[in-house]
C-alpha cells in the first residue's frame, strides 16, 4: 500500500516537481490547488513524466470545509507538503491583508485539520528571506531572523512560529520547515518548468524571456553594491535538487527519523553567484546572447545572500549535485517548449 501524502500547491512551480518527484519515490499524492497561479493541465504533464496521474482537487486552503472533505476523501494521508501560499514580495507591500489571510489561515487550517485526521507530519515551504541580510555569510539555520523586509516575507517568519507554538502546546504533529534559497530551472523533460503570471519578477523567466525575444532586455538591477562585480549575489538551487529534498525530508518524518518534532534545514547550495556571473553562465551554456542593461537599484534587495547547506547535508543526506549551467540549460530549454507549444 503507498503512503498518500497531500501535497498543497502542487500544480505550481516548485510543487509539480516535488509531486514527479514523490511519485518516482513511490508516494500516492493527491494534489490540492486554487489554480490562482497556475493551470490544471500541470497534471498531465506531471503523469506525462511520472507516468503515473496523481489525484487533483481544486480547493482553496482557505477553505476549512473543503479541506476536511479532501482529508475525508482520502482517509490514510500520512503527511502533507505545503506550497500552496501566495509569493510575489512586490505584490505583498500592496496587498498586505491579502498576503496575511492566504499564507496564514491557509497554514493554520492544515494544523488544525491534521491531528483530526492523524496527519503524522507537516513540510512547510520557508524562505531564506527570514534571514533578510545575514551578518555573516555562508548563513546557518542559527543565524538571527531579521526584521522582514515585506508582507510576505513576514508571512513565512510568522508561519514558522506558528508550527512551532502549535507543535509546543502539545499538537502531535511533526514539522521540517524548509528554508530554500532561490529555486531556478526546470525539469529535464521541459513539460514542467516555472510560469508566472505576466510579467515575471523573478531574474530567471525574465532573463529567459529576454533571451527569447518577448521582452527587450533584461535590467540588471544595480551594479554598484559591495560585490566583485557590483551586482547581487544570491545562491541559485535547481528546482529539482530542492523537490529530492522534500522527498527526503518526508522519509524522516514517516520513518520517525527526526532529532527534534520541529526542524529546520536551509535547502541551498553553499555556491553564490552574482546577477553578471549568472547572465555569463547563461549565455556560454546555451549559446544564446543575452540583451541586458544595468539600471537603478530594486527596492528592498538584499546584497548577498547564500546558504552553509551542511546541515541538510550531514542530517538529511541531501545535497544540492546539479551545475549552475545545467541548470540554466534546463530554464532556456522550458522556455523554447513555452514557445514551442504556442502558450508564450
Ligand atoms: P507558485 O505560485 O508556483 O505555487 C504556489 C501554488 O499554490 C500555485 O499553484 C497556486 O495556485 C497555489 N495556491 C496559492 N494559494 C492557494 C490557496 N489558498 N489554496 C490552494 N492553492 C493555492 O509558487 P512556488 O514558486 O512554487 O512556491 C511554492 C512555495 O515555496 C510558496 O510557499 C513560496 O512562498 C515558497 N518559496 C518559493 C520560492 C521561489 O523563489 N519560488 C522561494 C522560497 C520559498
Ligand atoms: C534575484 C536577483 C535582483 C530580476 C525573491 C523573493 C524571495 C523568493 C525568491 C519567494 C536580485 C536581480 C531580478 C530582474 C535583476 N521568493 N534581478 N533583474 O529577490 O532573491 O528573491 O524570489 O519566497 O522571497 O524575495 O529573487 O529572482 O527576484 O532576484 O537584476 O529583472 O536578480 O536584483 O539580485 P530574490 P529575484
Given at each position: ?8 500547491g ?7 516537481h ?34 503515473t496521474?496523481?489525484a487533483?482537487?481544486h ?11 479532501v ?9 502533507v ?28 487550517n ?5 491531528p ?8 512547510f ?17 542559527q ?37 530554500y ?9 521541459a ?46 538551487i ?7 529534498a ?37 549565455e556560454s551554456a ?19 545572500v ?6 541538510a ?6 545535497k ?25
Amino acid at each position: 500500500m503507498k503512503k498518500r501524502i497531500l501535497v498543497t500547491g502542487g500544480t505550481g512551480y516548485i510543487g509539480s516537481h516535488t509531486v514527479v518527484e514523490l511519485q518516482n519515490s513511490g508516494y500516492e499524492v493527491i494534489i490540492v490547488d486554487n489554480l490562482s497561479n497556475s493551470r490544471a493541465d500541470v497534471v498531465d504533464s506531471i503523469e506525462q513524466i511520472s507516468g503515473t496521474r496523481p489525484a487533483f482537487e481544486h480547493v482553496d486552503c482557505l477553505d476549512y470545509a473543503g479541506m476536511d472533505a479532501v482529508f475525508a476523501k482520502y482517509p490514510g494521508i500520512q503527511g502533507v507538503i505545503h506550497f500552496a501560499a501566495s509569493k510575489a514580495v512586490g505584490e505583498s507591500v500592496e496587498k498586505p491583508l491579502l498576503y496575511y489571510r492566504n499564507n496564514l489561515v491557509s497554514l493554520i487550517n492544515l494544523l488544525e485539520l491534521m491531528p483530526k485526521h492523524d496527519v503524522k507530519g507537516i513540510i512547510f515551504s520557508s524562505s531564506c528571506t527570514v534571514y533578510g541580510q545575514p551578518d555573516v555569510l555562508p548563513v546557518t539555520e542559527q543565524a538571527p531572523i531579521k526584521a522582514a523586509e515585506s508582507p510576505y516575507g513576514n508571512t513565512k517568519q510568522i508561519n514558522e512560529e506558528i508550527i512551532r507554538d502549535t507543535i509546543k502546546s502539545g499538537s502531535p504533529i511533526s514539522a521540517i520547515m524548509l528554508r530554500y534559497f532561490n529555486p531556478i530551472g526546470a525539469h529535464p523533460s521541459a513539460l514542467i518548468g516555472e510560469l508566472p503570471n505576466g510579467v515575471p519578477q523573478n531574474l530567471i523567466p525574465y532573463l529567459t524571456q529576454t533571451a527569447m525575444g518577448i521582452r527587450e532586455k533584461l535590467s540588471v538591477f544595480g551594479d554598484d553594491y559591495d560585490t566583485p562585480d557590483g551586482s547581487c549575489i544570491r545562491d541559485y538551487i535547481y528546482v529539482v535538487d530542492l523537490a529530492k529534498a522534500h522527498v527526503i525530508a518526508m522519509n524522516r518524518i514517516l520513518e520517525g527519523k527526526q532529532k527534534q518534532q520541529a526542524e529546520v534545514f536551509n535547502v541551498g547550495t553553499g555556491r553564490g553567484l552574482s546577477v553578471l556571473e549568472l547572465i555569463k553562465t547563461f549565455e556560454s551554456a546555451t549559446g544564446v546572447k543575452l540583451n541586458y542593461q544595468i539600471a537603478p537599484r530594486r527596492a528592498g534587495d538584499i546584497v548577498k545572500v547564500w546558504a552553509d547547506p551542511a546541515y541538510a547535508n550531514n542530517e538529511l543526506g541531501w545535497k544540492a549535485e546539479t551545475s549552475v549551467e545545467d541548470t540554466l540549460r534546463t530554464a532556456w530549454q522550458w522556455q523554447v517548449h513555452l514557445r514551442e507549444k504556442g502558450i508564450m
